[in-house]
């Protein structure tokens, strides 16, 4: 098992920059991959960014550019360097861990962090 905490969220206004941390309860270095996720109100959770325990990374079109996800292995820890913020990417972003088992992987998610980007 692991626990994860997100921390880093609040109100922004637009254009301006936050950096979330996604912090875990053991070390991170054999998980198969680390990711950021967010659910806008009455919208579907989708992926915002991805980091693979090759360091490979992956963004949604629509923060390409403004995002960036890296891994602290030594910290445990996850971050996602949020730039030129928008309105519409006022959601709550939840950290998911994707974790090898005896039998295959699970995920594993955190409590979520509120962003709210507004003037």
């Known amino acids: 098992q692991v626990q994860l905490v997100e921390s880093g969220g609040g109100l922004v206004q637009p254009g301006g920059s936050l950096r979330l941390s996604c912090a875990a309860s053991?070390?991170?270095?054999?998980?198969?991959?680390m990711g950021w996720y967010r659910q806008a109100p009455g919208k579907q959770r989708e992926l915002v960014a991805i980091?693979?325990?090759?360091?490979?990374?992956n963004y949604a079109d629509s923060v390409k550019g403004r995002f960036t996800i890296s891994r602290d292995n030594a910290k445990n820890t996850v971050y996602l360097q949020m730039n030129s913020l928008k309105p519409e990417d006022t959601a709550v972003y939840y950290c998911?861990?994707?974790?090898?088992?005896?039998?295959?992987?699970?995920?594993?998610w955190g409590q979520g962090t509120q962003v709210t980007v507004s003037s």
């Open positions: 998911k861990a994707n974790i090898p088992t005896a039998i295959g992987a699970r995920d594993y």
């Open positions: 053991r070390s991170i270095s054999s998980f198969y991959a």
């Open positions: 980091i693979r325990s090759s360091s490979s990374t």
